[in-house]
């Protein structure tokens, strides 16, 4: 049983959740509803509020962020990936590079031991990289600072981008993925993130909670096999608990941990979304896609924030979201090389 303190906590987190998201749907934002949880729950989890979201609680609000994706995925992605295959390895490639480059500035300028800081900043699948990072001789608790400093940060910037490069009222939650009301389209769609999740999860795979349903809605629903539907309350709740989720793994005790390398991993945080977004911009005069698209599709993860500003902007989902998957595959693939390589270049470097 919750004491009456933990549930005082989540009844003032809710409240001022529910305010901040208010208030930037108010001011046109993309997103508000993880956004506004993720920043409070931040303000929390720095005051001391010892709370936290539970394991099945994420995974859950993953499975549905991935049938909201799925709802708004159509064949067009199996030719966005057929006709420019080869441009979108090259943009996954360049971010995978940008990061490893991140990584090997921190260890030269003894910021961070080597293995760490390829760890850290590894551009995507935070819980994957933590949980593999200490098997490496990383730190896990400054990985994981890092990692989730870098998806507020990509949260927060996208935001803006997508808030300032849209032309009219963002789209709401209705709009990913609430067209069918029918409660037999509900119930299935349930079924798929279940069934979905609980595969990809036990297959071991990345990210599976929210791959698995996103890859098998998306086969369903494309096919015209499945009409995707979910309720707009449920997708709100999905929201703030990856706002929450993220949010409160910031606490004190990370912070007075982190305080001397804090400047070097928010330099190297914002040095690497700004190398992308620049990146993103060059994409736009390869290929006939628009801005907004292109940042999102380059940003330096997460897979499901990312995805959730994608679906409730004017991007083009199928893109943003091939290029994202793509590259939580090629990280999770080359996290070991690279950080390997970066605690062996830089003489000195404790090569844990």
Request: charged share 10%; with cysteine.
């Amino acid at each position: 049983m919750p004491s009456l303190r933990t549930i005082g906590l989540w009844g003032a987190l809710v409240a001022v959740s529910g305010a901040l998201a208010v208030g930037l749907t108010l001011a046109r934002f993309p997103a508000a509803l993880l956004l506004g949880p993720m920043l409070a729950a931040i303000a929390f989890g720095v005051s001391g509020a010892r709370i936290a979201v539970p394991r099945w609680g994420f995974l859950a609000a993953q499975s549905l962020i991935g049938c909201l994706v799925a709802h708004a995925v159509t064949g067009q992605i199996a030719q966005t990936l057929f006709e420019d295959g080869p441009l979108i390895v090259a943009v996954v490639l360049v971010t995978v590079a940008v990061s490893g480059l991140v990584g090997w500035v921190l260890t030269r300028l003894r910021i961070l031991p080597g293995t760490t800081a390829a760890w850290g900043s590894s551009p995507g699948g935070a819980s994957a990289m933590v949980a593999m990072a200490e098997d490496f001789g990383a730190d896990p608790r400054l990985v994981a600072f890092m990692q989730y400093v870098r998806v507020a940060a990509v949260v927060f910037s996208a935001s803006l981008a997508a808030r300032f490069l849209m032309q009219g009222a963002p789209a709401g939650a209705a709009a990913g993925a609430g067209e069918a009301s029918e409660a037999s389209s509900i119930l299935a769609t349930l079924a798929v993130a279940v069934v979905g999740a609980l595969v990809a999860i036990r297959l071991r795979i990345p990210a599976g909670a929210q791959i698995g349903p996103m890859v098998l809605g998306s086969v369903l629903h494309a096919t015209g096999l499945l009409r995707m539907a979910l309720p707009v309350t449920l997708l709100e709740l999905a929201y703030a608990c990856i706002g929450w989720y993220v949010g409160l793994r910031f606490t004190r005790e990370t912070l007075r941990l982190t305080m001397t390398a804090l400047p070097g991993i928010l330099a190297a945080t914002f040095a690497v979304i700004a190398l992308c977004a620049g990146w993103g911009f060059l994409l736009t005069l390869l290929l006939p896609i628009d801005l907004l698209t292109a940042i999102l599709a380059t940003s330096p993860g997460g897979l499901d924030s990312v995805a959730i500003i994608a679906v409730g902007s004017q991007a083009d989902v199928s893109f943003v979201l091939a290029v994202q998957t793509l590259r939580l595959f090629v990280v999770l693939i080359t996290g070991p090389l690279l950080a390997k390589w970066i605690s062996r270049s830089v003489p000195g470097s404790p090569a844990s």
